[in-house]
Nanobody, 120 residues
Framework: QVQLQESGPGLVKPSQTLSLTCTVS??????????WGWIRQSPGKGLEWMGV???????YYSPSLTSRTSISRDTSKNQFSLHLSSVTPEDTAVYYC????????????WGQGTQVTVSS
């Protein structure tokens, strides 16, 4: 059973970079079984897919966020990370890391989510 846990600061100032890490257990991020994604939900809005990093380390980003988003990984720690630059209060959301099979579009495994507030 794959388990994911997000970690990172809960408060970020406007114009700074939001950085979150997802620690994975029960499966290796470097095997070709899963792809590893970041998804967020802003207050009163639906889920927004931000991007994914494939088992081979290649990232793919939402077109609306690609200029500000970076997803990386550390296979030695079985972790992958999200970096979102130039944040504004509009980036206030619950951020989730999640895993899906490499041949599916549905995310089957989710972290519990972490609240990030952008405020000065």
């Amino acid at each position: 059973q794959v388990q994911l846990q997000e970690s990172g600061p809960g408060l970020v100032k406007p114009s700074q970079t939001l950085s979150l890490t997802c620690t994975v257990s029960g499966g290796s991020i470097a095997t070709n079984h899963y792809a590893w994604g970041w998804i967020r939900q802003s207050p009163g809005k639906g889920l927004e897919w931000m991007g994914v990093i494939a088992y081979d380390g290649v990232p793919y980003y939402s077109p609306s966020l690609t200029s500000r988003t970076s997803i990386s990984r550390d296979t030695s720690k079985n972790q992958f990370s999200l970096h979102l630059s130039s944040v504004t209060p509009e980036d206030t959301a619950v951020y989730y890391c999640a895993a899906r099979g490499t041949s599916t579009a549905t995310y089957d495994y989710w972290g519990q989510g972490t609240q990030v507030t952008v405020s000065s």
